[in-house]
């Protein structure tokens, strides 16, 4: 398996316009996480999904952030409109979890993304 | 906040030596786990331990669990200047389906 595929890698754009983060997760997995990386904030989990279906949005910052769960093969995390402070490292990850499983999540490799 | 702190930030060792991370959270967890990080990559899992265990081994890790403390440790033994990155603990609280990552500890190892 190619393991958890996140796209594009790196992604620079202009406050105001809206950005689309894109996520594959491995064949069979049944969790999707997004999380976002910054320095001064460390490794926050933004949302996470189960059986594509959300299930806590909780860390999602603020209204100009969504994420969807269309089929079990794609995940998308939009910002609109971004923000310079939303510049940060994108990860997605995901994981096969069943009663008494590990719940060990496979990382992407992350987008970074620069709002100027 | 349910994350789990780490300490130290950052070490720095001589090749060959040991290396060892900290961390203490906060809630009754199911396990805890290490990651590690390398510098503009994505985290990947290395070691897993239950909260019924209290020390684990694989290959050169060590991780111990002490959950009346709350608290893990991560032993590198015989580090080597590819060991250099970040590790993060994360926590499966009871109950939960995700986890609560650590602030994480900065490694280098010199050659």
Redesign the interface.
Known sequence: DAGVIQSPRHEVTEMGQEVTLRCKPISGHDYLFWYRQTMMRGLELLIYFNNNVPIDDSGMPEDRFSAKMPNASFSTLKIQPSEPRDSAVYFCASSFQTPGAKNIQYFGAGTRLSVL | SQ?GEEDPQALSIQEGENATMNCSYKTSI??L?WYRQNS??????LI?IRSNEREKHSGRLRVTLDTSKKSSSLLITASRAADTASY?C?T?STGA?????G??TRLTVIP
């Open positions: 994350q199911n396990n786990q503009g990559r994505g985290l990947v899992h897993l993060f994360a499966l389906n995700n986890l609560f990552f602030t994480g």
